[in-house]
């Protein structure tokens, strides 16, 4: 047996991949190396990715810059803790941090994953609340269609059809849904699209730690874009019942929306903002839990203090390779980048309307969505894809595709056409 028979067997019998079933395993594309926008398959095609390898290779793979970042730190040091020591890339990628966000966010905790990153802003809001004085505020609110990550607090706030509560029903904390914002990016705004949410806000808030959600783009929950006016609504209502507001921007974060953070859409600030997937430019896990000073004080109070530090906190490799993503996205033309996107995913993208298997295409950002009548058989289009040279990975009904913000118009258009191909067949 060749080596890479011996690997997609091993892989087989041994690795658990995501949401994925390891008796009857599918079979997976085995990459060898990426470059671009390009992943390079062991048989040796190439497939133009239109995935960001989940929202995080803003830049594309194997950058020069980025790759420059990883040797240079990785010859100083690879990592070091955190606990009663500090340095540089940490420093300075809080502080870049801190300028990019809206003015009231001052502080930094740095997460290893998207998931961890949402704990910790819970932990904040309970330990906030706690802090003033009203441990009863120790519930959540948030919206239907929504996903904040696979850890146990996390999942709590995914929608809970779609997400994992089914699974998990007895160890899960109940936590309040108000609709999904019914108010689609460009509609008209109605009072009657919050009124739901208003409801359980003002039947809640005395117990409400906080309200989660993902600002304007609801991703993996169903890759829904909502009005920025629903955005200043709960803003307006958390301020009014002095409920904290956590924004989830670990997958809108950086530019994808076409915004820098997709707060920016709404012109509101919230207390607590979570980022990662795209911090690193995609080169390794990091995320960051950012807090104003409001909060940090709360939970300071009497000598409190954060309950959280993960032994690879602040790792100097990522926040290395952090610092210079964000330097290469700021020095480099991403609004002009990501608006060329958007308009070539809805003119690309708009075939598919005609379809009588498709129900919605939409656009934003560097986002495009084709929503099937029906849940897509995965395995079956995965593959069609993949002959076809393209890297798409559907859920459910949702064909969609984030790709870097460095693909050609060329690459783009193969791309779209490769989508509409797939959508007419199924
Ligand atoms: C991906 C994602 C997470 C979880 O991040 P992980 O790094 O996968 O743990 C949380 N919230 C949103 C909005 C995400 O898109």
Redesign the pocket.
């Known amino acids: 047996m060749d080596r890479r028979h011996w690997l997609a067997q091993q892989d087989r019998d041994h690795v658990w991949h995501p949401y994925a079933s390891i008796a009857h395993p599918p079979l997976a594309t085995m990459i060898v190396s990426a470059d671009g926008v390009r992943l390079y398959t062991a048989e040796g095609q190439a497939l133009i990715d239109g995935m960001s390898s989940?929202?995080a290779a803003i830049h594309g793979y194997n950058h020069p810059v980025l790759n420059n970042a990883a040797h240079d730190q990785i010859d100083r040091m690879s990592h070091v803790m955190f606990g009663g020591i500090t340095h540089e890339p940490a420093v300075a990628l809080a502080s870049m941090l801190v300028d990019l966000t809206p003015e009231p966010l001052q502080k930094v905790f740095f997460a290893d994953?998207?998931?961890?990153s949402?704990e910790v802003a819970i932990k904040m809001a309970v330990q906030y609340w706690h802090g003033m004085g009203c441990p009863e505020k120790n519930r959540f609110l948030t919206v239907r269609s929504g996903?904040?990550?696979?850890t146990f607090g996390?999942m709590a706030l995914c929608d809970p059809v779609t997400g994992m509560h089914e699974h998990f029903t007895s160890v899960l904390q109940q936590h309040y849904f108000a609709e999904s914002p019914g108010c689609r990016f460009d509609e008209p705004w109605d009072d009657a699209y919050i009124q739901d949410f208003k409801q359980l806000m003002e039947a809640r808030h005395q117990q409400l730690a906080a309200v989660v959600l993902?600002p304007i783009v609801q991703?993996?929950g169903g890759m829904r874009f909502y009005s920025p006016e629903y955005l200043r609504q709960v803003k307006m209502l958390c301020d009014a019942h002095d409920v904290l507001l956590v924004a989830?921007e670990?997958?809108t974060g950086f530019g994808r929306t076409g915004e820098l953070f997709a707060c920016n859409y709404a012109g509101i600030s919230p207390d607590i903002m979570?980022l990662?997937?795209a911090l690193t430019g995609g080169y390794m896990?990091l995320?960051a839990t950012l807090a104003t000073n409001r909060v940090s004080r709360g939970i300071s109070k009497n000598g409190g203090v954060l309950m959280h530090g993960p032994t690879f906190m602040a790792n100097p490799l990522a926040c290395a390779v952090a610092a210079a993503s964000i330097r290469l996205l700021l020095d480099g033309p991403w609004r002009e980048n990501v608006h060329r996107i958007e308009q070539r995913l809805l003119s690309g993208l708009a075939p598919c309307r005609g379809f009588s298997g498709v129900a919605d295409v939409r656009a934003l950002g560097a986002i495009g969505v084709v929503e099937m009548k029906t849940p897509v058989d995965l395995a079956a289009v995965q593959k069609q894809f993949v002959n076809q040279g393209v890297w798409i990975r559907p859920f459910g009904k949702l064909i969609y595709t984030m790709p870097p913000y460095i693909i050609s118009d060329n690459d783009l258009d193969l791309l779209t056409r490769t989508i509409v191909r797939v959508a007419q067949s199924l």
């Open positions: 989940w929202w994953s998207g998931s961890v949402v996903y904040h990550g696979d996390a993902e991703g993996a989830d670990i997958a979570c990662g997937k896990t995320a």
